[in-house]
């Protein structure tokens, strides 16, 4: 990583992250200018072509996110959802996600299996504040650079519980050792978010995800007190849309030049790959070893 999140937090203006996949699509949030990864796992979910419910355990997860984290040199956000379990296991992520480069992690306080915040008409269940607030602990303990950080997810808006009990919940966290405050909301504008932000104030840095509110800018929540911005699934959505233009020309014309307007060139394939390099390492080592 060429920075930390707390570098990214002590720097002015909002850091802004972008949701990604895998390899390839942690190196694009990187090209883009993005200032850190956020490992969805929305769009890991969606990628392996399973609902955002809690289907993918850490075993799935851990390699996808070591090849995110080998891919790009900005710092990577994991969403952990629920941390897989109770603190026990937040203990055991938090030590594997540490060893394949990782950042930091965010976890939800939505019960086990977790349910995308996203879907409606679903009844919604949260954790105890207790159980999170020791999942919150048991990470910060079970870290070993300071500059991993730990950024607890409330859900209370997204469950209608209110305004009062989100800074309840956040009070509590906060105590816990949590670093990061985020607040979710899926109204269609920031007004809810916006007055969490002012009751919270400048208790600690404050995350937030605009996927529904979509016309506000990244400055204007950093205005409103939010540090960190993330633009959460709009690359795998990218990406749908770009397969399914793609494929469709294809079927419909039945040659490989139909789907030119909707794909990249081969040679930005390579560049993305580091076909240069890797061209470059097999010339000098070709042939070492063997006689002449």
Same mark, same amino acid.
């Given at each position: 990583?060429?920075?930390? $999140?707390?570098? +990214? ?19 694009? =949030?990187?090209? %883009?200018? $993005?200032?850190? =990864? ?10 392996? *072509? ?41 203990? @055991?992520?938090? #030590? ?14 939505? +019960? ?11 009844? @919604? ?12 602990? /048991?990470? #910060?303990?079970? @870290? ?8 607890? @997810? ?11 009990? %989100? ?46 509110? #979509? ?5 204007? +929540?950093?205005? /409103? ?13 990218? *990406?749908? #849309? ?8 294809? *079927? ?5 030049? *139909? ?9 930005? =394939? ?23």
């Amino acid at each position: 990583m060429t920075q930390s $999140f707390r570098e +990214l937090m002590a720097r002015e203006g909002p850091a802004i992250l972008a949701g990604a996949h895998n390899g390839l699509s942690a190196r694009l =949030v990187e090209d %883009a200018g $993005f200032d850190a =990864v956020w490992a969805s796992s929305f769009e890991i979910s969606a990628a392996n *072509a399973v609902p955002d419910a809690g289907i993918l355990g850490m075993g799935e997860c851990l390699p996808i996110v070591a090849n995110i984290c080998d891919s790009a040199a900005i710092p990577t956000l994991v969403d952990v959802d629920t941390g897989y379990g109770n603190a026990m296991n937040v203990v @055991r992520l938090v #030590k594997a996600y540490e060893r394949v480069g990782v950042g930091g992690i965010c976890i939800e306080d939505n +019960l086990y299996p977790k349910r995308c915040s996203l879907w409606e008409g679903m009844e @919604r269940t949260l954790e105890t504040t207790d159980e999170m607030a020791a999942k919150l602990r /048991a990470a #910060k303990d079970a @870290r070993l650079s300071p500059d991993f950080i730990v950024v607890a @997810r409330i859900e209370a808006l997204i469950a209608g519980l209110g305004q009062d009990e %989100a800074i309840r919940r956040a009070v509590a966290y906060d105590d816990a050792g949590a670093d990061v405050i985020m607040i979710h909301s899926t109204r269609s504008t920031p007004d809810e978010v916006f007055e969490f932000a002012r009751r919270w104030g400048e208790k600690s840095p404050m995350l937030v995800v605009p996927t529904k509110f #979509k016309e506000v800018t990244a400055d204007a +929540l950093y205005d /409103a007190g939010f540090k960190f911005v993330v633009f959460a699934n709009h690359g795998l959505r990218g *990406a749908i #849309k770009g397969m399914q233009d793609a494929f469709a020309a294809l *079927a419909r014309e039945r040659k490989t030049a *139909a789907a030119d307007p909707h794909i990249v060139s081969l040679d930005e =394939v390579y560049r993305l790959e580091g076909v240069d390099t890797f061209q470059a390492e097999e010339k000098k080592y070709a042939g070492e070893g063997e006689e002449d």
